[in-house]
Structures are given as structure tokens and as C-alpha cells.
């Protein structure tokens, strides 16, 4: 079964951490360009991370830029979103998604919640 599976969500304080994971099974993500997504209650879904298949070039957000860091590990088949000195406004739904000529997976997202 071709899937791709986030972990790593949670509830932190403002100032923290956390690692988000996506484990891609059924399928190499390999040659893949991998993103992560996140979606705030009542609003649309928006890209925060963008990394190409060689891990070479990186993109990020405004929002997160010098705090976010996305990287891929193609020997495990997992891609990674860490995330410093998180904010309020970072509290959302993470989705990780693979897309690679017509081939377009989404994972089933994970809860950041950043509060006091």
C-alpha cells in the first residue's frame, strides 16, 4: 500500500521544538520533490518547506524562514521537518506530500499545537 505517514506533532510551548517525520511505505522516495504543508483552522493549506530530489536546494516559507529546516534521508525513505523557536501562529495541521512526474501523495497530516 503506497502511504506516506507523519509523526512528530504534538503540544509545545511557544519558544520550543519539535521534529516532525514522514515515513514514505510501499514506494522509494527517491527522485521525489518533497514538501511540507501546513493548514490552520479556517484556512487554506499552505506550502512551508520544499526540497528537491537530490536534497540539494531547500525553500521555505517567509513565515518560517531561520527556524524551520527541511532534509530527506532517502536510505530510510523519510523526510523531516524540524522546527525551532515555534510561535502561536505555527499552531496547525502538518501534511507531508511527495510528488514526482504524475505521481502526487499526501500523508494523513499531524497536530502542532504551540501554546502556553
Known amino acids: 500500500q503506497v502511504q506516506l505517514v507523519e509523526s512528530g506533532g504534538g503540544l509545545v510551548q511557544p519558544g520550543g521544538s519539535l521534529r516532525l517525520s514522514c515515513a514514505a511505505n510501499?514506494?522509494?522516495?527517491?527522485?521525489?520533490?518533497l514538501r511540507w504543508y501546513h493548514q490552520a483552522p479556517g484556512k487554506e493549506r499552505e506550502q512551508v518547506a520544499y526540497i528537491t530530489p537530490s536534497g540539494a536546494y531547500t525553500d521555505y516559507a517567509e513565515s518560517v524562514k531561520g527556524r524551520f529546516t527541511i532534509s530527506r534521508d532517502n536510505a530510510k525513505n523519510t523526510v523531516y521537518l524540524q522546527m525551532n523557536n515555534l510561535k502561536s501562529d505555527d499552531t496547525a495541521v502538518y501534511f507531508c506530500?511527495?510528488?514526482?512526474?504524475?505521481?502526487?501523495?499526501w500523508g494523513q497530516g499531524t497536530q502542532v499545537t504551540v501554546s502556553s
Open positions: 510501499g514506494f522509494s522516495l527517491s527522485g521525489y520533490t
Open positions: 506530500n511527495a510528488r514526482k512526474w504524475a505521481n502526487d501523495y
